[in-house]
DNA sequence: TTCGCAACTGCATACGAATGCACGGGCGTA
DNA sequence: TACGCCCGTGCATTCGTATGCAGTTGCGAA
């Protein structure tokens, strides 16, 4: 800059003016120093400007890696999560530091000016742990507990449980299973939603633990149901892979999907839609939440005042 | 750190060097010091580091948004690189800086130590871009025509089209088919590999143009060409996806797979190893790509030689 | 005693940009 | 003519940490 300065015949503090666009500096004089820096290859020292600014116009990105159950942010539809979020902070003008959760903090994440948590971790460790750095800190999962300080952004697990439970309810399906993790905060909540809403219509669904999200673990869990020789007439998968494996095993054994067992999975995988049958599942949008998160955290930086929202989750119904 | 030196009774140059591990200064104090740091919560200023030391210990991965075909970095696969370079860049103690390209540069990625860049562009237009920065850069995609001075790393698409022509060979096929979409440098290849081999032997293959790589597309192409009344006996598809699209709509057309027609996909995602029939794949490693892409900047970085890289693709047969 | 060396510690300064305040000149008004 | 104001510019200083060099202390050897 003080390079610049001197080729310009100016001070380089003019020039940093004149870089940052100052209304103080003359138009003209702008113009000379902007041709001049293009001309030279001139480049800003971000270290230096955040240093006197007190801030990195950067928002750290953490990603769970070994999570509570079965299922990993690197799995494709958490990750359109990422995909929202980096949008969203890109063109505010922030950058996305990345970062996965092990072992010690990145010294890096520190610099940033706010934080987004992807996964709390069993019994929210990681909030705990981040909350320390005292930044401003948006979290995706279930909404929490009790009066924690942080703000939270999920689809609303609680609500699509309860939804699939009104359509099991609404062809008259009597027997139904649930089929996924409930250590997962997140599963946890679909099948509270399931299950108060069954209890109500005197139905205690049956649940089938799996910590895999895939096909296999689907099928796995129906030849499962089958050999104990279960009785069952709909079952309810918490993620569309489980629920196609689900459905192949049905078909294997002989049975119509959905005239002998109603599935619904979860997620709206675009596979699901383009599945035969098509599935009928829970639509979470994960790029939305993206979005969601990433303006939360902006609006937390920028000193205002940001509440926590569940995103609603919809049933759609196509023909399992 | 003044206030430190204050608490510890020495001067704040002495607490930077307890901090920092220095063999400088006495182990007691410098045990007294730390212990004191933690207890007072004091946090290390990221930024003044990065100015003095003039590094960042940040690398700047970019994602192209809108690529020469349809296929998005933000796709499930893709994506699987970047698992491995989070992976291997955060055990160095390296931070992954997550940017989009769209417009304009975003300044952080000046303040990072090096670059990866995850798709070149239509023209290399993307990696002439970056290089004006300077900075150490890693570039995937397929091998560089020229003498670029920047280093490549990708898998050999060349010689998985070699691969699947030798196998539709070595079963007899006289009539194969390619679908995909030749715009895109590591198709172009599949096909230089593809057809050349294939000439080998006097066969010319059918192209067959999709930019989509979706379920939809693979069905939509098959149709397509069972309209035109073309004679086929193999498809040769760029992703997994597109043939288990054809596969579906060879069926509905009363053809057997692999009898009437062979098909082979692109990518051995985990899906087509569980569709029935399981899908012939061949298999890029996208994430041991990830992880060769992250150790190639941080050898740049560190100002060794550093080569680029084509990474060997298999031909995985199941049964189509 | 004196010197030399080793082990620590501290001072001054540098890194590159941005802010508060002051300064100089041009212009309009009284 | 004198005064005040605005526009444009520059000086000094600040942000928080790390390095080169210099200083201090203690101990053993000459």
């Known amino acids: 800059m003080a390079d610049l300065a001197e080729l310009a015949g100016v001070s380089k503090i003019t020039v940093s003016r004149a870089l940052s666009e100052s209304p103080l500096v003359n138009a003209e004089t702008r113009e000379r120093i902007q041709a001049l820096a293009r001309k030279h290859g001139y480049k800003l020292n971000v270290s230096a400007r955040n240093l006197r600014l007190r801030r990195s116009h950067t928002v ?9 159950s079965g299922r990993t942010m690197w799995d494709p539809y958490p990750l359109s999560l990422l995909g929202g979020i980096s949008q969203e902070l890109t063109s505010a003008g922030y950058s996305v530091l990345l970062t996965t959760r092990q072992g010690a903090t990145d010294a890096a994440v520190q610099a940033a000016d706010g934080l987004i948590l992807l996964g709390q971790g069993a019994r929210q460790d990681a909030v705990r742990l981040y909350d320390k750095l005292g930044l401003p800190m948006v979290v995706w999962g279930a909404a929490a507990q009790g009066g924690d300080n942080h703000i939270v952004v999920g689809s609303d697990n609680r609500q699509g449980g309860i939804s699939v439970a009104e359509r099991f309810l609404s062809i008259g399906r009597r027997n139904p299973v649930f089929i996924g993790n409930p250590d997962h905060p997140e599963m946890a909540q679909r099948l509270f939603g399931f299950v108060d809403e069954l209890a109500g219509h005197g139905i205690k669904p049956l649940l089938l633990r799996r910590a895999d999200f895939t096909l296999e673990s689907g099928v796995d869990a129906v030849r499962s149901l089958a050999a104990r020789k279960v009785r069952f007439d709909a079952i309810f998968a918490c993620s569309d892979l489980l629920a196609m494996g689900a459905i192949r095993a049905l078909v294997e054994l002989g049975l119509s999907v959905p005239n002998d067992v109603s599935v619904i999975g979860y997620d709206d995988t675009p596979l699901g839609a383009s ?15 993206g979005v969601l998160l990433a303006r939360k955290v902006l609006g937390l930086i920028q000193g205002h005042a940001v509440q926590s929202q569940m995103m609603a989750s919809t049933l759609v119904v196509r023909s399992t």
Do not use: Y
């Open 60 to 68: 750290a990105v953490i990603v769970e890696m070994k999570p509570s």
């Open 275 to 289: 599945f035969l049958p098509p599935l009928s599942t829970v639509r979470q949008n994960w790029q939305e939440g």
